[in-house]
């Protein structure tokens, strides 16, 4: 059974904000990756393969008109910051978001 408006707006908001948090977390990462040891790493890694499926299904929600408006300001800052955290994630190896979920960012 699809989701309600209330379901969505309800999971939109947990989404936005574990994203935010993580993203927020991510220069962090970059001084002390190596000594994270590798379970770390690739507990880190599949995090954010996962984080990148939210964004990537808030993208959806939010070109649907499903996202109430604060939620879609907060996507699209979202969106941005990912941008520039771009080589960061390169550099580490991680999964990059499809260059077309980034595009319309402003």
């Known amino acids: 059974m699809a989701p309600t408006a209330a379901e969505i707006v309800l999971r939109a908001d947990i989404s936005l904000d574990a994203l935010r948090r993580f993203v927020n977390d991510l220069p962090g990462l970059d001084e002390e990756w190596e000594g994270l040891g590798e379970y770390n790493q690739a507990v880190l890694m599949m995090e954010w393969a996962q984080s990148v499926d939210s964004l990537i299904e808030l993208d959806d929600y939010a070109r649907a008109g499903?996202?109430?408006?604060g939620q879609a300001a907060r996507l699209a800052a979202l969106k941005h910051d990912v941008?520039?955290?771009?080589?960061?994630?390169?550099k580490l190896g991680w999964y990059r978001p499809p260059v077309?979920?980034?595009?319309?960012v402003a």
Do not use: C, H, K, S
């Open 66 to 69: 499903q996202l109430i408006p």
């Open 83 to 90: 941008r520039g955290l771009l080589p960061l994630i390169t």
């Open 100 to 104: 077309a979920l980034l595009e319309d």
